[in-house]
Structures are given as structure tokens and as C-alpha cells.
């Protein structure tokens, strides 16, 4: 699989799977019905408690990305839940904050700050 984690990065390791694998759905690497490692073989790739994995996928799974047959696998879910869109702004603040600041601390504009995030979205086919 092509997931990555850097331990001395200071974000969580869960956080860090999570995070790349709804960014591998989004860019379309995995697609609706993709099937993904089992916890223990990811965890084993990557080294890491399997514990770690498996908060990952429960995170995934509580938000409707990815969904669980028992024995049967892990895939990725066939549509995104229907959140309020209050909650996807709530969920995407932070994100938006965080880039604010880094941008600011880098002197950077808001001209130029926007036109990534516009520039980051027509990667992913959704700037139209």
C-alpha cells in the first residue's frame, strides 16, 4: 500500500493514516469498493501497533468512508455521508486556520493563499 507514516512528525499516527487515505480517495487512487489491507498486515508494513491501525479504521468507518464486513474486509464506502454542511465547515476550519496561519508566517498574501487552495482543488478535479 502506499501509506507512509513518520513517527517524529508529531502528528499522530492514526491521524496520518487517516488523513492520507481520504486523500488517496479523493485523488482517486482508491475508488468506491476498493478493498484495503487488513489492520494487521498495514500494520506490519508500516510497523506499528495494530491498535493504531485500527483507530485509523474506525475513525474512517464512524464517518462513512470506509465500511467493514466482518469477515469479509475493509472497503471504501459507495457514497460519503450526507453531513449538514454547518459540520463540514465545522470539520474544515481547523484545516483553514491552520493554513491561514502557516501562510501568514510565511508572509504570504491572501491573493497568493487562496490561489493554492484553488490551485489544490482543480488537482482534484473539483475548482470547476
Do not use: C, W
Not at 21 to 36: D, E, Q
Request: hydrophobic share 45%; charged share 25%.
Amino acid at each position: 500500500m502506499f501509506i507512509r507514516v513518520v513517527p517524529a512528525s508529531g502528528v499522530p499516527l492514526y491521524l496520518q493514516i487517516e488523513s492520507q487515505l481520504k486523500h488517496a480517495i479523493a485523488a482517486g487512487a482508491l475508488k468506491v469498493g476498493n478493498a484495503l489491507l487488513p489492520v494487521r498486515k498495514l500494520a506490519a508494513e508500516l510497523r506499528i501497533n495494530p491498535n493504531t491501525v485500527a483507530r485509523a479504521y474506525q475513525n474512517l468507518e464512524r464517518d462513512g468512508i470506509i465500511r467493514t464486513i466482518p469477515g469479509g474486509g475493509t472497503f471504501v464506502a459507495e457514497n460519503t455521508p450526507g453531513l449538514l454542511k454547518s459540520e463540514k465547515l465545522r470539520r474544515l476550519r481547523p484545516f483553514a486556520m491552520q493554513l491561514a496561519v502557516e501562510g501568514t508566517q510565511l508572509r504570504l498574501n491572501q491573493e497568493d493563499i487562496v490561489k493554492l487552495v484553488k490551485e489544490a482543488l482543480e488537482e482534484l478535479g473539483e475548482g470547476k
